[in-house]
C-alpha cells in the first residue's frame, strides 16, 4: 500500500494533467513524429533525474547536514504553495522558449517532470525509509508510467476533457495535494517535536 500512495504522491506532484497545456504549447510547431521523439527523450531525461535523486537523497542530505524532519516540514511547505498555485492558477506563461526552438532537457524534463517537488518528496522518502528503496523505485516508475502514458496521449486528453477539464482536473489534482502536504508538514513537526 505504501508503494501505491508514494506513487500517487509523485503522480500528483508531477501534475501532467495540468502540464497537458504547456506540453501542447511547447510542442504545436514540431512534427507530430518528432513531437513523440522530443517527448520519449524528455520524459527519459526526467526517469534518470528522478533516480538519481532518489538513490543519491542519503548522500545528498548527509552533505548538506540537513535533517529529515527538516525536510520533511519544508517540502511539506513546498508542496503547499504547488497545491495553491494548481488551484489558483496565474496568468502569464511557464516557459521561455523562442519561437520553432526544441525543448531539450529544460524545461520538461526539469522542472515540469522532476521538479524541485518531486526531487525533494524523493529525498524525504529515500531519508526516512532506506530500507524501501526498492519500493520507492517501484513508485517513481508507476508514477513515471502514468505521467508517460498520459503525455504521450496529449492530443487524446485534450481531445476528450477539453481545456476546462484539463483546468477542473489540475484544480481538483491540487486540493489532494493540499491534504498530502499538510500531513508532509504535521509528520515533520511530530518528528522534530519528540
Known sequence: MEILSAAVMLFLIMDPLGNLPVVLSILKHLEPKRRRIVLVRELCFALIILMLFLFAGKSIL???HVKAETLSISGGLILFIIAIRMI????????????????FFVPMAMPMIAGPSVIASLLLLSSQSPDKMLDWSLAVLLAWGATFI??????????????KGLKAIERLMGLLLVMMSTQMFLDGLKQYLS
Do not use: K
Open 62 to 64: 548527509g552533505f548538506l
Open 88 to 103: 489558483f492558477p496565474q496568468p502569464g506563461g511557464v516557459v521561455g522558449l523562442a519561437a520553432g526552438e526544441e525543448p
Open 150 to 163: 498520459i503525455l504521450m496521449f496529449y492530443n487524446f486528453f485534450h481531445r476528450v476533457l477539453g481545456e
